[in-house]
């Protein structure tokens, strides 16, 4: 069996509800942008061997949902109608995988490589950088504000909102640190 978090990512979407490959990489981008993310590239092959394995099936009942967009001519193709649903087998490879304890987590943040190189360069491109990654994540601080308030909102009926919100509130602390070193970066700057 392949190892790889695509297949997880897909299961988990899909214990959800069946949906098209089109609506797993929405979601993706939606849910998961600010600790995850997956390509179309990853998403269809992985789909792919998914259902070889038997972990998914193809829903022959599930129509496009209408929160589901219709693909356009430049998106549309076969696989764009397809909806999978999570097999029983998927299921308990999803719940095998649950259980494990989760790998190391790698990072990566050019900011802090150019931050660290900086005295080879133009100060005035690195402020222009950061600036730009201050902005970015105050703009993503306000869209996980604005989750949780849906959310919060919305009835609990798989009783699961909690651990959603857990997470959201996991990128909010994450974002406020970026932001405080944002600052604080600044402000040292101006001080010298």
Not at 100 to 117: D, G, N, Q
């Amino acid at each position: 069996m392949r190892e790889g978090k695509t297949r997880y990512v897909i299961l988990g979407l899909l214990s959800e509800r069946p949906m098209s490959g089109y609506m797993v990489k929405k979601l993706v981008d939606a849910r998961f942008r600010f600790f995850w993310s997956e390509s179309y590239g990853q998403l269809y092959p992985e789909l792919k061997a998914l259902l070889r394995e038997g972990l998914v099936e193809i829903d022959d009942d599930a129509a496009l949902r209408p929160e589901e967009p219709v693909p356009t001519p430049s998106t549309a193709g076969r696989r764009d109608r397809i909806a999978y649903r999570i097999a029983p087998a998927g299921r308990e490879a999803l719940r095998r995988w649950l259980d494990r304890p989760a790998e190391r987590e790698s990072v990566r943040f050019e900011i802090l490589l150019k931050m660290y190189f900086a005295g080879q360069g133009d100060r005035k491109a690195l402020q222009a950088s950061l600036r730009e990654f201050e902005a970015h994540y105050a703009t993503e601080r306000a869209t996980l504000d604005r989750y949780q308030e849906e959310l919060e909102r919305i009835p609990d009926e798989r009783g699961d909102h909690r651990d959603v919100l857990r997470v959201i509130d996991f990128g909010q602390k994450s974002y406020d640190a970026y932001l405080a070193w944002c600052r604080g970066t600044f402000a040292e700057w101006e001080g010298r």
